[in-house]
């Protein structure tokens, strides 16, 4: 354990609680309270995205920015569905991008991760249910504190340091191994058959790439946090940014038909 670093970990984990009760209570309660929650948690980002890469912004740019992505998933995912849907967000972050001074493709691309995230969150709650949501939701912070703490105990070589210094391959890897075992968990109260427990490893894969992004965004911005918004944690994109990964992830497999994959026994079952 020589050089692990736990001092933080009071801050992280009461922090953590706090968002855990926050976000399993939304998950549960559906409907606009879940929705509520997910349009602060995407203004919140595009904020920290905008003050990232638009440090010299005058005040209240960065706060427009966030007010006016939630506002746009709020009213396009109560009025609109399908072609229509996808049409406006795609909109909504055509025109948010353009107004950063540079580095618009990496806004951009920010920006789409995030406003589609938060619009597949609202689609996973209300289509597959509250158990469906808590699976992503725990899959996500159990492969993230494995990844903590193996990282720290464990130590070894560098998964990208350039970009994340701090990630390990035994982080990595202790997150594949706790998502493989809440894939199992899942299995009954999901109705799934074995293939969920390869849906979450790729899941699963998929946050840790969304943390890696992140990463890559802060370093070219020069910050170490999104913000401070949250203690131990720094921001809600520091918080965050493998949720949104991992919610994309499920969409685009339900979309493709990979998501079936979860669903499918073992031949004789």
Known sequence: MSGASFSDLRARALSGLAMAVI???????????????????????????????????????AEGAGLTAAAALWVFSAKLAGG???????????????????????????????????????LLRNVYGWDWVLWLVLLVIGSDVAGYFAGRILGGAKLWPRVSPKKTWSGTVAGWVVAVMIGWGFMGILGAGAGLVVVSV?????GQAGDIAESAIKRHAGVKDSSNLIPGHGGVMDRFDAMIAAALMVLLMTETGVMALAFAQPAGA
């Open 23 to 61: 976000g399993i209570g939304a998950v549960w309660a559906g409907g606009f309270a879940f929705e509520l929650l997910v349009y602060a948690l995407t203004g919140a980002m595009v904020w920290e995205l905008t003050r990232m890469l638009d440090p010299d912004a005058p005040f209240g740019k």
């Open 84 to 122: 229509w849907l996808l049409g406006a967000v795609a909109l909504s972050i055509v025109l948010l991008a353009w107004r950063f001074p540079k580095d618009r493709a990496i806004a951009a691309a920010y920006l789409a991760l995030i406003l589609f995230a938060g619009l597949g969150l609202i």
């Open 202 to 206: 790729l899941v699963a894969m998929a």
